[in-house]
């Protein structure tokens, strides 16, 4: 089956309201060139305070699909509480988001966020009917101790416990080695294929090979426009979850732009 690339935006800590609502206009006017059909599913995560500046933009062909949809970059499991400074998804849901990214290795290592954490948050998430964006990756250490498969098999199998085949089939995973973000040393595209295809198999024997090969799994990692082309020609890329690139409409628009004509 072909599945619908996806070009991810997570603007990490950045921009605010003023600089999120000039960059949000710049992708809103680049998109309304085309029909849903024909762009990837383009999404943007921006923080929660600038929420309120962006929105999707539903496409009037006829399709029914989103030019442009809003992913949160964290949520809490809890539909409601005692959770000082945390969100819901029915709140993310009610500020406009239709992903949530969760996993995330920043907040893994800075937050001590652990799988037990994330497959409660894409639990909670797939009930609240929303699509969680499930990272993963390994450390420069694991990966020299080729223990790569080893630790990102383990962790999807983590995120995805006691997930139905129909929701798994829904979902979307971010394979994010942590040595090649922000330092401008992406993955070999056959390597991050290879991975990406040992994640599917891992799905496979999950939920089956029908969810195996409808889920989406994107690459991250120093994503740029001079890399995007490989990348979505490789057999079970999907798209790309992109930090840095993200930031200035110029490489972002890009990097659809590229998507476009790779997967038509
Ligand atoms: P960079 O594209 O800046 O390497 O960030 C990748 C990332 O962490 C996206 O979630």
Known sequence: MS?????????KMNLLQSDAKALFDEISSYVSNYTAVQLPSVVIAPVFTSLNQVHSIHCDCGCGGDKLAVAAQNCHWETSGAYTGELSVEMLKDAGCSYIIIGHSERRQYFSETDE???KKAKAILAGGLIPIICCGETLEQREAGSTDVHIASQIRAALA???SEDIAKSVIAYEPIWAIGTGKSCDADE?????????SVVS??????????????YGGSVKPSTIEEQMSKSDIDGALIGGASLKAESFIDIIDKTMKVSV
């Open 3 to 11: 599945r619908k690339p996806i070009i991810a935006g997570n603007w």
């Open 117 to 119: 954490m994330i497959n």
């Open 162 to 164: 006691g997930i139905s």
């Open 192 to 200: 991050a294929n290879r991975v990406i295809k040992m994640i599917r």
């Open 205 to 218: 024997e999950i939920a089956g090979a029908s969810a195996a090969d409808s889920i989406r799994i994107l």
